[in-house]
């Protein structure tokens, strides 16, 4: 699965009070997408990806998993 990424992305993660919060830019939000159709492509059965602060994500982000099921 290709990562493609924009540049000039900024995406961070936080749980707080047990509610997920994506806080992205404009190129981040974008990368998500590319992220996202990539993964729901049918050659990816069972794939997923891990952003976290030392992967893409802003410091002091929550670790980010997203899985594709069948």
Same mark, same amino acid.
């Not at 190129?27 to 590319?34: I, T």
């Given at each position: 699965?290709?990562? %493609?990424?924009?540049?000039?992305?900024?995406?961070?993660? %936080?749980?707080? /009070?047990?509610?997920? =919060?994506?806080?992205?830019? %404009?190129?981040? /939000?974008?990368?998500? #997408?590319?992220? &996202? =159709?990539? &993964? #729901?492509?049918?050659?990816?059965?069972?794939?997923?990806?891990?952003?976290?602060?030392?992967?893409? &994500?802003?410091?002091?982000? =929550?670790? /980010?998993?997203?899985? %594709?099921?069948?």
């Amino acid at each position: 699965m290709e990562m %493609k990424w924009i540049d000039g992305f900024s995406i961070a993660v %936080k749980v707080e /009070l047990n509610a997920v =919060t994506i806080t992205a830019n %404009k190129e981040g /939000l974008l990368s998500l #997408a590319n992220h &996202l =159709t990539a &993964l #729901a492509q049918d050659n990816a059965h069972g794939a997923h990806f891990h952003l976290d602060e030392h992967n893409s &994500l802003e410091e002091n982000s =929550t670790e /980010l998993i997203i899985e %594709k099921i069948n």
